[in-house]
């Protein structure tokens, strides 16, 4: 409710329309001279203009606003001197919680506690604020700091608090589906995950139990393929992991996300995204339709005039409106919190045509392995070797072994969806790869994609390489393939603050060597490691025996084959079960 105390409602509003019309002085009916130059009234008039409020509505002393204007609202009051004097209680308590939220009562999971770090239970209990307040939000931490696990202790807390009335429904990029159930089975495996992929029939037959499970993931393309499917449905949260995907208002994945009926929306994101202004409108339309008002609107009051005459009021004005509802924390904000160095494994599932030549080379080194003896077997290393080598090329990519393969290669996928977004984020990234001929594939996909890199393999000269090396450390490039034989010695990659293994394998010491070429004296920025791993493979296996049976991991999987000439034919059977 609006109160002058000196000017009745009429003269209040001839004031406001004299100010629009740049007038510098306005005479009040008692003679006197009101300057319209007063910080006070370009801040009342600015509000107006971003609420959407006429002079005539504000005159008439009552107005009624969206919810999700009150932190604005707020923000600008503050700074108009003498009309921020009564707040009813219910505007108060919710500004008080926003500006308070390291005081607040949302208790982390008592499962979670001593695994999230300082930073992670601030942003959940940021994640829980905007749920309580009504409103949905964008967490833009950096890559690599737990937007999943900030995600997922906000789902959990809800069951454990007896919120998650519906299911809850995660949309991510295909190459992360299976790294979110993972994350699931990791940090909260209270949680029941249905992973809405394989055909269309599996996909419906899944949708009409959707009750059964307290988490659904699916992903862009599947989800506007199946979106009638979800029409009648009601969902307890929504999530839309790598929001980038739907900076496009107009394609058919920015429309299904915004069919889908959820109580609450969140938007999780690694990329800067205060500097692409139609993306940040499309992410907000997602979160709270109407918020940055329809688009044309917008264009016209926000994005032209920033983008094309660098409008400093207009840039203010967007900051201020959108500010409280994102999160970006980069890792330099939070180093104290931070190892030097971050470990993180990044999964992807074949697809059925992968898989069934994957299964076929297990049958086939089934049927080898138990047909020998153990003193033939012992014998037969090498055979055995090159078959296993085998197994592993069709998990990196089974083009390196199939000339005429027309499929899908989940992990060449997953990997090129690491790498455009290590880039969107401002990041270097070494690639480590054992397999020069995988990298040539990569090298297909990039020229593509019109990414940057420089490349390093054993015909690499030494003169050339120490000149790669100055000039990756120096210059924009972001990117670095490099044959794992050829990483070894005299390359000090400090330029790079992101490592990835295609391939990771038995040798963890060979690994740690490559990882050392950025991680190293000299390095200024934390290094986040991806280790990029084919789910219900033999990686993940091996993967399992370093993470659970570490001194049996060094016993049998040391040396460049991974030891396996100390491996019985048995150790090797079970890995191939």
Request: with cysteine.
């Amino acid at each position: 409710e609006i109160h002058s105390e000196d000017l009745s409602q009429e003269e209040l509003l001839d004031v406001l329309n004299q100010y629009r019309r740049k007038k510098k002085y306005y005479r009040l009916k008692n003679g006197d001279f009101l300057n319209l130059e007063e910080q006070g009234l370009e801040e009342l008039a600015a509000m107006l203009e971003v609420m959407h409020v006429s002079p005539k509505e504000f005159s008439k002393g009552k107005m009624k606003l969206p919810l999700y204007r009150a932190l604005y609202l707020d923000k600008m009051l503050e700074q108009c001197s003498g009309i921020y004097t009564d707040r009813d209680p219910h505007f108060k308590k919710l500004i008080k919680n926003f500006k308070t939220i390291e005081d607040s009562d949302y208790e982390i999971p008592q499962t979670l506690r001593s695994v999230m770090r300082k930073y992670q239970k601030h942003g959940y209990r940021w994640l829980r604020t905007l749920e309580n307040s009504g409103f949905g939000g964008i967490l833009a931490d950096d890559m690599g700091l737990g937007k999943t696990l900030q995600v997922i202790a906000a789902l959990l807390a809800a069951r454990n608090e007896g919120k998650l009335e519906a299911p809850s429904l995660i949309i991510t990029p295909a190459s992360l589906v299976y790294n979110w159930q993972e994350e699931f089975r990791r940090f909260a495996p209270e949680l029941s995950v249905g992973v809405v992929a394989g055909n269309q029939a599996q996909r419906r037959e899944l949708l009409e139990r959707y009750q059964e499970w307290d988490v659904l993931v699916t992903s862009y393309d599947l989800l506007k393929r199946d979106i009638a499917e979800y029409e009648e449905k009601q969902f307890s949260y929504q999530v839309i992991d790598e929001a980038q995907f739907i900076k496009n208002h107009s394609t058919a994945a920015a429309k299904s996300v915004k069919v889908i009926r959820s109580r609450v929306k969140y938007a999780l994101t690694g990329t800067p995204i205060e500097n692409r202004l139609s993306e940040l409108w499309s992410i907000f339309d997602y979160l709270m339709a109407g918020f940055l008002y329809g688009y044309d609107t917008f264009k016209k009051e926000l994005e032209t005039p920033i983008v094309k005459n660098q409008d400093a009021d207009a840039s203010k004005r967007l900051k201020r409106m959108v500010s409280p509802f994102i999160l970006r924390r980069l890792k330099g904000d939070v180093l104290k919190d931070l190892p030097e160095k971050m470990e993180e494994t990044y999964y992807a599932k074949m697809d059925e045509k992968q898989q069934q030549l994957y299964d076929g080379q297990v049958i086939h080194m089934r049927r080898m392995l138990e047909k020998q003896t153990e003193e033939n077997y012992r014998k037969n290393k090498i055979q055995v070797l090159a078959e296993l080598t085998k197994l592993r090329q069709i998990c990196c990519d089974p083009s390196l072994l199939y000339e005429n393969y027309g499929g899908e290669s989940a992990k060449r996928a997953a990997c090129m969806e690491l790498i455009r977004s290590a880039i969107e984020g401002e990041h270097k990234i070494l690639l480590f790869s054992q397999f020069v001929s995988m990298l040539e594939l990569l090298e297909q996909e990039l020229v593509k994609q019109q990414i940057p890199y420089y490349k390093i393999t054993g015909e690499t000269a030494k003169e050339k390489r120490v000149e790669l090396v100055r000039s990756f450390n120096s210059d924009n490039t972001p990117l670095f393939l490099i044959s794992l034989k050829a990483g070894g010695t005299g390359l000090n990659l400090t330029g790079a603050d992101i490592v990835i293994h295609y391939d990771p394998w038995w040798n963890l010491a060979v690994q740690n060597q490559a990882t050392d070429r950025a991680h190293r004296i000299g390095q200024t920025k934390v290094v986040s490691v991806y280790k990029l791993i084919m789910k219900d493979s033999i990686e993940e296996k091996i993967l399992r025996v370093q993470e659970t049976k570490k001194n049996l991991a060094e016993e049998i999987l040391s040396g460049e084959n991974g030891g396996i000439v100390n491996m019985s034919r048995e150790d090797l059977l079970e890995l191939l079960v």
